[in-house]
């Protein structure tokens, strides 16, 4: 009986049932469209004061400006230039020391209740701290970055590494290999995919910290364009950065989906 | 002065902490090229016999020897086929059987090519080379671990439940493979397994375990009552049938003495 339903909307609303792939890109694009309709007629018709809610057309204006004019590009290069900056400083750290970790009992044992206890420092606490101790340069917005991930990123890496299953690291000593041997082609092959996996999620978490870094402490990048337009009360420009934040976001997690589906076909 | 028995159990015991695997020292001589299935219920201490003679665990007292010398880590004399996880899902079924030489000073790259070749074809997957291990069946992969296995040069394979998770059909029909490839490329090899049936129809000899702690509960000549040739039509004679019951038997024996 399931699923025989009659009726076009009935076949929407079958209870966890199928749904062709045209169906669902039109849902997804139906649902954006509309929410975008809703935003436009809003201050059209006056139902929002255009200063606290510009139309869809005033943000696309003032992003236009702002790249024209204000230089948006060379602001987002520099957001851009320190979230990978710190992100692969934290990877470059994480990665070695999360696998010692689940590779020597000792080596966990020992830095576990340290990290779990900075990881949960909020970084936004830590702000005062660090600018005591970098000043309001580069390397403050770096440690804040550093700080909000590289606790929770090694962390990541040590599960990663300790779901090797063992039949694995077996397997390759009754071939023969060393547990050097074994770590390098068995384990690390192993725990790629969902290492890439860790780090396009930390990647992401690294432009939450980046905004607070740039709001506190900086002179240019994203976060700063959208804290300064807040003071001049320019919505359409905060909500231009917050737009272009979000696209840099989705360009960049789509990249590393690309690349985990090319590297990993065998999945 | 007696021969050397080329693969010997010696008074081996063996607890993890306060679990007592195998509490009475274990004693069994296995010659070389017999097939032999260790049969007993789940956690009755045969596969910690079994892994003891990769390497993978060590005895606590006693000892495994090997041509007379005591087994240390694990090496490529004697080669592991789990259940699970067999082959690497990282590797085409060609580059999984190369593996097994990956550390073999002794060959030429040509004469590794030539030697994967060779067991992929004994295996009869000399068309699946270039697959990946997601795209062939479960009883191909098991089929990849046997290939990587003899490729890598082992003596004595060591086989822990490697059927148990096909279906009934490729289960059959891979016990016939390997019992073929075995005839064809004499092996030493501990099979472990707690199916009856598999356990008679591939084995040279069985050892019936009791619960644990392990003991041994029968030590079963198979090839005398069976022969050493099988094939579908052994399971359907009245030996094997009478085997099989006075096999189930003692394992339900065994099973109530427990409890």
Not at chain 1, 21 to 47: D, E, H, K, M, Q
Not at chain 1, 191 to 204: A, H, Q, Y
Not at chain 2, 63 to 72: Q, W, Y
Not at chain 2, 174 to 196: A, G, N, P, S, Y
Request: proline letters at 5%; glycine letters at 8%; aromatic letters at 10%.
């Amino acid at each position: 009986m399931m699923g025989q339903s009659v009726a076009p909307l009935a076949r929407l609303f079958v209870f966890r049932g199928a749904l062709s792939r045209n169906v669902r890109l039109a849902a997804g694009c139906g649902t954006a469209l509309l929410a975008l309709a809703i935003w436009s007629a809003a201050p059209a018709f006056g139902w929002t004061n255009p200063v606290f809610l510009p139309s869809p057309l005033d943000v696309v204006e003032a992003l236009w400006i702002m790249v024209t004019q204000n230089g948006l590009l060379t602001d987002a290069g520099i957001s851009i230039a320190r979230v990978w900056g710190a992100f692969l400083l934290s990877a470059v750290m994480a990665i070695p020391i999360g696998i010692m970790m689940s590779s020597y009992r000792i080596v966990g044992s020992s830095l576990e209740p340290l990290i779990d206890f900075i990881r949960y420092l909020p970084v936004p606490a830590l702000v005062p701290l660090s600018i005591i101790w970098f000043g309001i340069g580069e390397e403050t917005k770096i440690f804040l970055l550093w700080l909000g991930t590289f606790f929770q990123l090694v962390l990541l890496v040590a599960e990663d590494m300790k779901r090797v299953p063992q039949e694995y690291f077996e397997i390759a000593y009754t071939l023969g290999a060393k547990p050097r041997a074994a770590l390098t082609s068995v384990a690390l092959r192993s725990m790629l995919p969902s290492l890439v996996d860790n780090l396009r999620i930390t990647l992401g978490w690294c432009w939450t910290y980046l905004i607070i870094a740039e709001i506190v402490a900086a002179d240019n990048g994203l976060g700063f364009v959208i804290w300064t337009a807040r003071r001049y009360m320019e919505t359409s420009q905060v909500m231009a950065g917050v737009f272009v934040i979000g696209i840099i976001g989705l360009v960049s997690d789509q990249a590393f989906r690309l690349a985990h589906r090319m590297m990993f076909r065998y999945l | 002065m007696l021969p050397v028995p080329y693969l010997s159990f010696v008074a081996v015991t063996k607890n993890f902490g306060t679990l007592h695997v195998v509490e009475t020292p274990f004693n069994l001589e296995i010659p070389r090229g017999q097939f032999v299935a260790f049969l007993g219920p789940s956690g009755c201490g045969k596969t910690t016999l079994m892994r003891m003679v990769g390497g993978l665990d060590t005895p606590t007292d006693g000892s495994i020897l090997l041509e007379g010398a005591p087994v240390g880590g694990p090496d490529r004399r004697r080669g592991m086929v789990f259940q699970s996880y067999s082959s690497f899902p990282w590797l085409t079924v060609e580059q999984n059987v190369l593996f097994g030489m990956k550390y073999r000073t002794d060959l030429l790259p040509s004469e590794k090519r030539a030697r994967a070749l060779h067991y992929l074809k004994l295996v009869g997957l000399q068309d699946f080379g270039a697959a990946y291990p997601n795209r062939i069946s479960g009883g191909m992969r098991q089929r990849v671990a046997i290939a990587r296995t003899l490729a890598a040069g082992s003596e004595i394979l060591l086989m822990d439940e490697p059927f148990g998770a096909l279906d009934a059909q490729l289960r059959e029909e891979l016990q016939v493979e390997l019992r073929r490839i075995q005839t064809e490329d004499t092996k030493t090899i501990i099979f472990v397994t707690h199916d009856v049936e598999e356990a008679i129809f591939l084995a040279d000899r069985v050892i019936v375990f009791s619960p644990r702690p392990a003991t041994i509960r029968a030590d079963i000549d198979v090839t005398s009552i069976l022969g050493a040739v099988r094939d579908l039509t052994t399971r359907d004679g009245q030996a094997f049938f009478n085997l099989r019951t006075k096999i189930l038997h003692m394992l339900r024996n065994a099973h109530t003495a427990a409890a």
